[in-house]
């Protein structure tokens, strides 16, 4: 099953709904929570600012243990 279509489809959100179809095909995926993403994906309301920020923190964590481990 696809999320839309490229021609309504943001740009941006285009490789995103394709990751989301290629979960659906995997086995134990919780359909709800699927469809719960698309709809906010259709919003507009999956990436916010918080959860950018979330990211950008997990990240730079990441890094910096990477860098302390090169170190030691």
Known sequence: MHYGNGRDT??????????VDMLTAVDGIHEGLVRDVRAQIERGDY???????????RLLCELMTEEEERVL
């Open 47 to 57: 990436l916010t600012e918080e959860k950018l920020n979330g990211a950008i923190h």
């Open 10 to 19: 943001p740009a941006r959100f285009q490789r995103l709904t394709g990751l």
